[in-house]
């Protein structure tokens, strides 16, 4: 059974590649390598010892993308292709709006049009709202509050409408807590191209003396020690959580959404501690005041995610510490 992957060689994308391979699925992956790397698609090649066709296609290029359509018998989608960084997504949000929800409209389109019918779509625990309370449930109330997770949001929305078009589809959104972490081989792993925005690759360029020192952004949230808290999940949980949300969409229909996270939330500082004790090497850091648009808390209920798809997170922080190092110290350039 062939299966499309839009972004498959991004951070989630490359990790979900290798599983479903490993699970005996055939994939084609279309990228337009904007901000990741063909090597990460070597790199899965060479893991999973298989082989596989790989477009440089931008979503939003419709002929191109119904020529893939056409070439390959493609029975279901799983679409990670899109920009992630909130901060640039407040800069340039026509762009973000261009790419993050105009490029799924088109996907959705050609997909209709060859009666491909099945989808699971990347979204983010950015879409709850920040009233909204902790554990995040799938019926917490939702507002985003920024260009990146209003387009994440404004897609959950369209493709809940579409499913009311047309009850035959069938959908998952699935809801991401705070990836980290890199497949256990160290070879595939998270690559930010500039100075990361995301706590864990920071960490891991301070390890590498890349950088000076961590700057924690506020000390002062009602939280135990003061620091923003987050629920880390490992990379290949989260990849696992897709092969399950997949094989739920193959046997049913709806558009419903799962929190894949681990239900657990660390503060900077517990994660700071654990990459210390786990690698050895000491992170410096300074407190700084909060980062603009940071939220205290936020941690999933995944009870829905564990009865629905039957998957569950089973790696702790230490696998994610230990797993982000061996990557960022054997591939000290990323994927240059
Ligand atoms: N943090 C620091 N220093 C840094 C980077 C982050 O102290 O250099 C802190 C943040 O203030 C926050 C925590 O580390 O308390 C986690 O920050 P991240 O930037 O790693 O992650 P966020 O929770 O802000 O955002 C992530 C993704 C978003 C996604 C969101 C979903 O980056 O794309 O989770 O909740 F939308």
Known sequence: MCILITGGAGFIGSHTCVELLNEGFDIVVIDNFSNSSPVALERV???????????????LDKEKLDHVFKENKIEAVIHFAGLKAVGESVEIPLHYYQNNVTGTLVL?????????????????????????????????????????????????????????????????????????????????????????NNLMPYITQVAARKREKLRVFGNDYPTPDGTGVRDYIHVVDLAKGHVKALGKILTSTGAEAYNLGTGVGNSVLELVKAFEETTGVTIPYEILGRRPGDIATCYASPAKAKKDLGWEATKDLKDMCKDAWKWQSTNPNGYE
């Open 108 to 196: 959705c389109e050609v997909m209709k049009k060859h009666g491909v019918k099945k989808l699971v779509f990347s979204s983010s625990a950015t879409v709850y709202g920040t009233q909204a309370k902790v554990p995040l449930t799938e019926d917490s109330p939702l507002g985003a509050i920024n260009p990146y997770g209003r387009s994440k949001w404004m897609v959950e929305e369209i493709l809940r409408d579409l499913y009311i078009s047309d009850n035959s589809w069938s959908i998952a959104l699935l809801r991401y807590f705070n990836p980290i972490g890199a497949h256990g081989s160290g070879r595939i792993g998270e690559d930010p191209k500039d100075v990361p």
């Open 45 to 59: 090649k060479e893991l999973t010892n298989q082989d596989f066709q790989i477009y440089d296609v931008n979503l």
